[in-house]
C-alpha cells in the first residue's frame, strides 16, 4: 500500500538480503535497528529505591482513600435512598443527581453496565449506581442535598475543604504518578478528620492517644500488636511524646531501672494532675542497693554508685510526689531485686486502647540509646491455624509484658 510504513531489514544474512543492505522505496520511513537504539532495560538500586518507595505511598494513600469512600458511598446511601428510592426505585441515584448531574451519573451507569457484561461485579452489592460514583461526585450530591445531611454532619465547610485536600491525593495515585511524603501526610491527616466528622465509631480508634490508622488496621496481625519500632528513646519522643504517652492516662504501670521516660520526662506537678484526676499508678525500680545495680554500671562503664545514686533520686522524687496526693494509696512504688531485662510503661493496659512502650536492655547500651517497641493493647485477639487445621488465639505481646510486670510486682517489696 504506498505512503505505509515499512519495517527495515533487521538481519541482513536472512535469505534474500545477502551482500548489503536494501535500499529502502522512497516515501518510507528508516527505523533504527535495536542494537542501534543503545536502549538500557535494566535498573539499578537506585531505581528500584524509588519506585517501591512511590509504590509504598500510593499504596498506603490508596487504603485511605478507599476508606473514606466507601464511608461517604454508606453515608449518601443511609440519607439520600429513604427519600427518592420510594419514588423512583433502583435509579434514585439517577433522579437525586438531577438535570446538572446528569452527565456523569449517566457515565456511572454506563460504566456498571460495562461491568457487568464482563464479569467485573463479583459481589452482588456493589451492583448500584453508588458504587461506581467517584469522590467528587459523591461530594456533589452532598452539596446539592445539604439540607439532608445537615442533621448528621455539623460543617459542611469542613468537609468540602477535607474533600479537596483528597483531590490532590487521588488524582496522583489514579493516574500513578509520584506521591511526595507530604501529600501523603496531607491526604492521611485529611482521611482521618473525615471520618471522623462522618462519625467513624468508637470502634475504628481514629483520634485518642496512639491512632489506628488504616493501614495498620488491614496488616495489623502481621506484626501481632507491634505498632512502632523506633532505633532510640530519642526518635521515640518525637513521635510520641512523653506527654502524649501519659496524658489523660486511667492507669499507669511501669518496669525498670530507673524509669527515666517517666521521671525526668514528666514533671511531677503533671503527675500530681494525673493521680488526683483518677489514675492508678504503680512504679517498679531496680532496687539501688542490689547487686545487679553493680553488674549494670560495670556492663555499660558507669562509675561504681553512679546509677545507684540515679535509681535513689528517681525513687525520692516520685515519693515527693506522692506525699502531694489526698490519697497516696492510687500511688504505689515498690522496688525489685531480680536482674532487670526490660523496661516496659504500660498505660491503661486494662482497657480498649491501651499503650505499652517496651525497651530491652542491651548489654553496652544505655536506656536511651536501646531500641523501643511500641505495643497496642486492647485485647486485639491474633487468631492461627495450628498444625491439625484448628483455630489457636494469640494475644499478642502486650498481654505478654503485662503478665511480665504483675509477676515481678507480686514478688517486689514496697517504699515507704
Known amino acids: ?36 537504539i543503545g536502549a538500557e532495560l535494566d535498573w539499578g538500586v537506585e531505581d528500584w529505591s524509588e519506585v517501591r518507595t512511590r509504590a509504598r505511598r500510593a499504596g498506603r ?28 426505585g433502583d435509579e434514585w441515584v439517577i433522579a437525586a443527581a438531577g438535570p446538572a448531574g446528569q452527565e456523569w451519573v449517566q457515565r456511572a451507569v454506563a460504566v456498571r453496565e460495562v461491568s457487568r457484561r464482563k464479569g467485573y461485579l463479583l459481589d452482588p452489592a456493589d451492583d448500584n449506581i453508588v458504587s461506581f460514583l467517584t469522590l467528587p461526585q459523591l461530594r456533589e450530591l452532598m452539596v446539592q442535598h445539604w439540607p439532608c445531611f445537615e442533621p448528621y454532619v455539623d460543617d459542611r465547610r469542613e468537609v468540602e475543604l477535607v474533600l479537596d485536600e483528597l483531590e490532590v491525593a487521588r488524582n496522583i495515585v489514579s493516574r500513578n504518578r509520584a506521591l511526595s511524603e507530604t501529600v ?14 462522618l462519625g467513624s465509631g468508637a470502634g475504628t480508634r481514629m483520634s485518642g492517644r496512639l491512632p489506628i490508622d488504616a493501614v495498620e488496621d488491614l496488616v495489623g496481625d502481621r506484626y501481632a500488636d507491634v505498632v512502632g519500632v523506633h532505633p532510640d528513646r530519642v526518635r521515640l519522643q518525637r513521635q510520641l511524646p512523653a506527654e502524649d504517652l501519659f496524658g489523660g492516662a486511667r492507669r499507669l504501670d511501669a518496669v525498670g531501672i530507673g524509669l527515666n521516660l517517666l521521671v525526668q520526662n514528666y514533671s511531677g506537678r503533671r503527675l500530681v494532675r494525673l493521680a488526683e484526676s483518677g489514675c492508678r499508678v504503680r512504679l517498679l525500680f531496680l ?14 562503664g ?12 528517681n525513687i525520692l522524687h516520685m515519693r515527693r510526689v506522692r506525699a502531694r496526693l489526698h490519697d497516696p494509696g492510687a500511688f504505689e512504688i515498690q522496688v525489685f531485686d531480680e536482674t532487670p531485662r526490660f523496661t516496659a510503661y504500660l498505660v491503661d493496659g486494662d482497657g480498649p486502647d491501651g499503650i505499652a512502650v517496651v525497651q530491652p536492655y ?11 517497641f511500641v505495643l497496642r493493647g486492647g485485647g486485639r485477639d491474633l487468631v492461627r491455624q ?3 487445621g484448628g483455630r489457636d488465639v494469640d494475644h499478642g505481646l502486650f498481654e505478654i509484658y503485662r503478665e511480665e510486670f504483675e509477676s515481678v510486682w507480686a514478688d517486689s517489696r514496697p517504699v515507704s
Do not use: C, F
Open 1 to 36: 500500500m504506498s505512503g505505509g510504513l515499512e519495517l527495515p531489514p533487521g538481519d541482513e544474512s536472512h535469505e534474500g538480503h545477502e551482500g548489503g543492505s536494501v535500499d529502502a522505496p522512497p516515501g518510507t520511513v528508516s527505523l533504527a535497528r535495536p542494537l542501534e
Open 287 to 300: 532496687n539501688p542497693a542490689s547487686s545487679a545495680v553493680r553488674r549494670r554500671e560495670r556492663e555499660i
Open 362 to 372: 542491651l548489654r553496652k547500651s544505655r536506656g536511651m540509646e536501646s531500641p523501643v
Open 302 to 313: 558507669l562509675k561504681k554508685g553512679e546509677m545507684s545514686r540515679s535509681i535513689e533520686m
Open 386 to 388: 495450628d498444625a491439625r
Open 61 to 88: 494513600a490508596y487504603i485511605w482513600l478507599n476508606l473514606v469512600e466507601q464511608r461517604l458511598r454508606a453515608v449518601v446511601a443511609a440519607v439520600l435512598r429513604p427519600i427518592y428510592e420510594p419514588v423512583h
Open 184 to 197: 501523603l501526610a496531607q491526604a492521611e491527616r485529611a482521611s482521618a478528620r473525615l471520618l471522623d466528622v
